[in-house]
């Protein structure tokens, strides 16, 4: 049974920082392609960031570029999302991604229970 597991979210104040973890169990870590999504009430899921297997490839929504950094780290089976200099408008819940693809090109995707993230001024 696959599992994405993501914690670090909380109540914040604007500027700070804060880093959300997705530990993924259930298949081989490498064979996933991840990302972020976030969501507030009465809004669709919207696209934060993402990261390719090798890591060689990253992608940011315009708003959080430059302030946010997505990242993975195969020994813990963990990616995470640095958010620097965070503002009130990052308030959402956020949610983990996977999209794991197999040795014969099949692919199915994952998501995480989500993480609140509250940022006041």
């Known amino acids: 049974q696959v599992q994405l597991v993501e914690s670090g979210g909380g109540m914040v104040q604007a500027g700070v920082s804060l880093r959300l973890s997705c530990e993924i169990s259930?298949?081989?870590?490498?064979?996933?392609?991840l990302g972020w999504f976030r969501q507030v009430p009465g809004k669709e899921r919207v696209f934060v960031a993402a990261i390719s297997r090798s890591s060689a490839y990253r992608d940011y929504v315009d708003s959080v570029k430059g302030r946010f950094t997505i990242s993975r780290e195969g020994a813990k089976n963990t990616a995470y999302l640095q958010m620097d200099s965070v503002q009130p408008e990052d308030t959402a819940v956020y949610y983990c991604?996977?999209?794991?693809?197999?040795?014969?090109?099949?692919?199915?995707?994952?998501w995480g229970q989500g993480t609140q993230v509250t940022v006041s001024y």
């Open positions: 991604n996977g999209v794991f693809v197999d040795s014969q090109g099949k692919s199915a995707t994952y």
């Open positions: 259930g298949r081989a870590f490498s064979g996933f392609a």
